[in-house]
């Protein structure tokens, strides 16, 4: 059940089965000549609707922003300030809580953004007083899943990389196979290294890809990769409701 396609009288009868939400949060920024600018909100929203076809979940609107201050170089990325998203999370979080909910699984797709989201946990807990409703809050990286991890490695071993990985733009291909981008790409594997500010990381990575070999990325592995995450996750996430 998704939250955008459902009416309040739906949500109402919702909260009296379960009291948890799932919240996909991502990014806007580049991925490298062949990845989707979108891929980080996409992946997490695609495995959250394969959640939703195995179990009664409810999903709320993708957060498609996120922290991405490091891609500013590259054209189209679009970045919240840390502080901007940390409120965001606590803004959404609150409108929720006052409709009973009590579980926030948050289904992050960008490294970037696990500072921030952290952050607003805790100072939503820090708000809590003796007696309120519980509050229980879980974020989960579905590309550190060690599930995801071992097909990472077995499919493409180093090539994978650190952005603009072979799996998540094979995710992002899956769910967007219209979107599918055929480019060379050169050098073959993207450098790694330590990057500061946008600028640097731009010099460092010219584009914009660290460390991996998209070329690669299939709708087939794709599939796998979200049906793999989407099990993973979907029992984190019923462990997580019984917090
Ligand atoms: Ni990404």
């Not at 309040?8 to 939400?21: A, C, D, F, K, P």
């Not at 953004?113 to 879980?138: H, K, M, Q, W």
């Amino acid at each position: 059940m998704q939250l955008a396609l459902s009416t309040w009288q739906e949500v109402e009868r919702y909260l009296e089965r379960s009291t948890g939400i799932i919240i996909p949060i991502g990014s806007t920024e580049q991925h490298g000549p062949n990845g989707l600018i979108g891929t980080d909100a996409i992946c997490p929203l695609r495995i959250s609707q394969h959640i939703e076809t195995l179990q009664d979940v409810l999903i709320a609107p993708s957060i498609n922003y996120g922290m991405s201050a490091h891609h500013m170089a590259f054209a189209g990325s679009v970045t919240l300030k840390p502080s901007t998203l940390v409120q965001v999370i606590i803004d959404v979080v609150g409108s929720l809580r006052r409709h009973g909910f009590t579980h926030y699984y948050f289904l992050n797709g960008h490294g970037g953004n696990i500072p921030a989201v952290t952050a607003a946990f805790s100072e939503l807990y820090a708000d809590v007083s003796e007696g309120d409703l519980s509050l229980r809050c879980r974020m989960a990286n579905w590309w550190r899943d060690a599930a995801v991890k071992q097909l990472a490695a077995e499919l493409y071993g180093e090539a994978e990389g650190f952005h603009a990985t072979v799996s998540e733009v094979a995710l992002s291909y899956y769910a967007y196979p219209e979107a599918v981008k055929d480019v060379p790409l050169s050098p073959e594997v993207a450098p790694t290294g330590e990057f500061f500010d946008a600028f640097d990381f731009r010099q460092k990575f010219p584009d914009g890809r660290i460390g991996s070999s998209p070329q690669l990325a299939t709708v087939k592995d794709g599939e796998r990769f979200c049906r793999l995450a989407a099990d993973a996750l979907l029992a984190d996430y019923l462990e997580f409701l019984s917090a």
